[in-house]
């Protein structure tokens, strides 16, 4: 019940396309819903994050889409570049402490 | 401002050695986590430390103990060290309260031979 899966485990885009992550969770506690890029060597960081009280949220070149009664978001990069090319983890939390992830996606963005 | 400091980059350890890694957070924050990456996976919390406290902990072994220090600083323990314990361990720092604005370390890039 506090798993989160995601899928795919990896993607392959061309430059400007746009790449869709997606998980899926079971638990209806979770009430937070960050997605985290990583780079080889380095730890995550937080891209961008939502709620359950919004179906969607923008940032920049990021997108999240919530469906709360499917229990499932997803991730869209618009005009992907090169160098979005990392591992994505989607996460969610219940309780201000601890974050479950996804098994991470990842996503390599060719010129 | 420094982010979240994670010594050492990394380590090789034996079987049933022990192992300390250490965690300086972000300034300003005062909880720290412990999650372990394994290669190809997410990563998994083992606990979370507030007030020198241990506050949760996840599905590890008491193998797995850490420490929290009055300047909010962390030490990661592993005893008896075993060749699945292999990954990367990573520290995150935050605000007590704040469900946002988690900051990861580096991590530290642990090896048992």
């Known amino acids: 019940q506090q798993q989160v899966k995601q899928s795919p485990q990896s993607l392959i885009v061309q430059k400007g396309g746009i790449p869709i992550i997606n998980c899926a969770y079971e638990?209806?506690?979770?009430?937070?819903f960050p997605w985290y890029q990583q780079f080889p060597g380095k730890g995550p960081a937080l891209l961008i994050a939502?709620?359950?009280?919004?179906s969607e949220k923008k940032e920049g070149r990021f997108t999240i889409s919530f469906n709360k009664s499917a229990k499932q978001f997803s991730l869209h990069i618009m005009d992907s570049q090169p160098g979005d090319s990392a591992t994505y983890f989607c996460a969610a939390n219940s309780d201000g402490s601890r974050l479950t992830f996804g098994e991470g996606t990842q996503l390599t963005v060719n010129p | 401002d420094a982010g979240v400091t994670q010594s050492p980059t990394h380590l090789i350890k034996t079987r049933g050695q022990q192992v300390t890694l250490r965690c300086s957070p972000k300034?300003?924050?005062?909880?720290v986590s412990w999650y372990q990456q394994a290669l190809g996976q997410g990563p998994q919390f083992i606990f979370q430390y507030y007030e020198e406290e241990e506050r949760q902990r996840g599905n590890f072994p008491d193998r797995f103990s850490g420490h929290q220090f009055p300047n909010y600083s962390s030490e990661l323990n592993v005893n008896a060290l075993l060749l699945g314990d292999s990954a990367l361990y990573l520290c995150?720092?935050?605000?007590?309260?704040?469900?946002?604005?988690?900051?990861f370390g580096s991590g530290t890039r642990l090896t048992v031979v």
């Open positions: 995150a720092s935050g605000l007590a309260g704040v469900r946002y604005g988690y900051t």
């Open positions: 638990n209806t506690a979770f009430d937070y």
């Open positions: 939502i709620r359950p009280d919004v």
């Open positions: 300034s300003g924050h005062d909880t």
